[in-house]
């Protein structure tokens, strides 16, 4: 596995942390079907927008305006 791949993993996890701090009636099926099948973790997987090597909190603001707002600005 390459680092990239592995920074990817680890900001997935953040983001389904972090989703749950933030809603704790959340599962954690839940909280990673919600992070999987958003526009954000697309951007994370695109290595061009480099949000695996940002903080999980900057990345997650883009998460929660999304959930907000229905998509990223």
């Not at 389904?16 to 909280?31: G, R």
């Not at 903080?55 to 929660?64: E, H, I, T």
Request: proline share 3%.
């Amino acid at each position: 596995m390459s680092i990239q791949e592995q920074m990817k993993l680890d900001m997935t996890r953040n983001l389904v942390v972090l989703l749950m701090e933030d809603n704790p009636e959340m599962t954690m099926e839940q909280a990673l079907s919600n992070v999987l099948n958003s526009d954000t973790y697309l951007r994370l997987l695109n290595e061009k927008t480099l949000f695996f090597c940002q903080s999980p909190r900057y990345v997650y603001d883009f998460l929660k305006t999304e959930f907000k707002i229905g998509k990223i600005l």
